[in-house]
């Protein structure tokens, strides 16, 4: 079945320096990707999404960049804080114009930002 | 403010027993999800429902019972047969029909003493 990965499973920067996430994913179908993050004992929050109609979109402090081609999504977070330390998830949607959207997550990279 | 409650936050079941986790939300999504996290892992899908008394099993369903009686409710039975429930539990919720991602709620961790 389809999976999505990332490359790292851990990714320590200073606090201030730009922050990038890698995530490979294998179904070429998908259409919609998304990216969370999630802090210790909660529940996963958006950050931000990207149809496969476009190649970068941008958000506050985050940018997300799709590559179609090589079937890879990264995550940029510009000037990284203390609160953005946590486990950031890539996951993808295959095209669907009914029914449930069945996301499949990626493992996970923790970001740790250091003072 | 609508969002989605899971409760509750902590729970602890002994050898045997059935323990039921509950989901409630107040999007008027149609769509409800149960997963699975375990400790460095991603979430891999237990149950989900598109409508109401209708569900479908996921990945893992093996061990685990679901009910839709309500559009907002969407509880998991963790039964005796699932041999290894302690985990992080995040129900989620969503639209039909297009893409908007998922809402999640804040969790349940389960742990069998």
């Known amino acids: 079945g389809e999976s999505v990965g990332l490359h790292l499973p851990t990714l320590s920067v200073q606090e201030g320096d730009n922050s990038i996430i890698n995530c490979a994913y294998s179904n070429s179908a998908s259409d919609y990707f998304i990216w969370y993050k999630q802090e210790s004992g909660k529940g996963p929050q958006f950050i931000i999404d990207?149809?496969?109609?476009?190649d970068k979109r941008q958000g506050q402090r985050v940018t997300v960049l799709l590559n179609k081609t090589v079937k890879h999504l990264s995550l940029q977070i510009a000037a990284t804080q203390p609160g953005d330390s946590a486990v950031y998830f890539c996951?993808?949607?295959?095209?669907?114009?009914?029914?449930?959207?069945?996301?499949?997550f990626g493992q996970g990279t923790r970001l740790t930002i250091n003072p | 403010d609508g969002g989605i409650t899971q409760s509750p936050k902590y729970l602890f079941r002994k050898e045997g027993q059935n323990v039921t986790l509950s989901c409630e939300q107040n999007?008027?999504?149609?769509?409800m999800y149960w997963y699975r996290q375990d400790p460095g892992q991603g979430l891999r899908l237990i149950y989900y429902?598109?409508?109401?008394?209708?569900?479908q099993k996921g990945d893992i369903a093996e061990g685990y019972s679901v009910s839709r009686e309500k559009k907002e409710s969407f509880p998991l039975t963790v039964t005796s047969a699932q041999k290894n429930p302690t985990a992080f539990y995040l129900c989620?919720?969503?639209?039909?029909?297009?893409?908007?991602?998922?809402?999640f709620g804040s969790g349940t961790r389960l742990t069998v003493v």
């Open positions: 989620a919720s969503s639209i039909i029909g297009g893409h908007d991602g998922y809402t």
């Open positions: 999007l008027n999504h149609d769509a």
């Open positions: 996951a993808e949607s295959p095209k669907s114009f009914q029914g449930a959207q069945k996301l499949v």
């Open positions: 429902s598109q409508i109401v008394n209708d569900f």
């Open positions: 990207i149809r496969s109609n476009m």
